[in-house]
């Protein structure tokens, strides 16, 4: 089990460092992302305040969301292809929600991530 506080103590380098201040903005993207068993790729700050989310469904679609870091704002969404446009540092550690499914497969080890003592999810960290 890993909590979203220590999270802000991984090296750099590793996106889910920033993710409590992303987590309004990765919400909104969850809930846009087309599909069932949406995982979050990478999440990253961005200029004026805003956040971009790459997600995975369960069929292998990608897909970038950009939206506010309050998650408040439209989510705009858009399909990535699946072989090209690859992000550095992207599915090196997936966050699912917790009314999703983690991946599965032998290539994942998985934490429970918690808030505040509420369990919010999985970090799935990619080995091989």
Not at 24 to 29: F, H, L, V
Not at 98 to 105: D, V
Request: aromatic share 8%.
């Amino acid at each position: 089990m890993v909590s979203v506080a220590e999270l802000k103590r991984q090296g750099d380098g590793i996106w889910t460092r920033y993710f409590d201040d992303m987590m309004p903005a990765i919400t909104a993207c969850l809930a846009k992302n087309p599909g069932d068993l949406v995982s979050v790729l990478k999440a990253w700050p961005m200029d004026h305040g805003m956040v971009g989310v790459r997600t995975i469904n369960g069929n292998g679609g990608r897909y970038d969301c950009l939206v506010t870091s309050d998650g408040m704002g439209t989510a705009h969404t858009e399909q990535v292809e699946t072989t090209t446009n690859i992000l550095p540092g992207e599915d090196i550690v997936r966050y699912t929600p917790a009314n999703s499914a983690y991946p599965g497969g032998e290539c994942f080890a998985h934490e429970r991530l918690e808030q505040n003592g509420v369990f919010i999810g999985w970090l799935s960290e990619k080995t091989c």
